[in-house]
């Protein structure tokens, strides 16, 4: 599933530091976690789509590699970003 631009760019306006920062850790966590639920929603109608849960694992791993990254940069910019997109229950 693919993102468009304009919902790149609020998710950039929500989570980085000003409107063209699309490389710091919280905006690229905050685009994997919006192409994954997508692809979890994908699945709701498409249970037996293999080939795309695949790529799901990928994703998930790519975020997950992000998050420790930014732990171990920033402890309470961790705790923000996972407050803030829900992903600890």
């Not at 609020?10 to 989570?15: G, P, R, T």
């Not at 639920?37 to 249970?47: C, D, P, S």
């Amino acid at each position: 599933m693919s993102i468009t631009n304009e919902i790149k760019k609020e998710i950039v306006a929500k989570y980085g530091r000003n409107e063209n920062d699309t490389g710091c850790p919280e905006v690229q966590i905050a685009i994997w976690t919006y192409r994954i639920n997508a692809l979890i929603e994908h699945f709701n109608v498409h249970a037996k789509d293999l080939h795309s849960r695949l790529g799901l694992m990928k994703m998930v791993s790519r975020r997950r590699h992000l998050l420790d990254h930014l732990k171990s940069m920033s402890e309470e910019r961790y705790q923000d970003i996972i407050k803030k997109l829900d992903l600890r229950k």
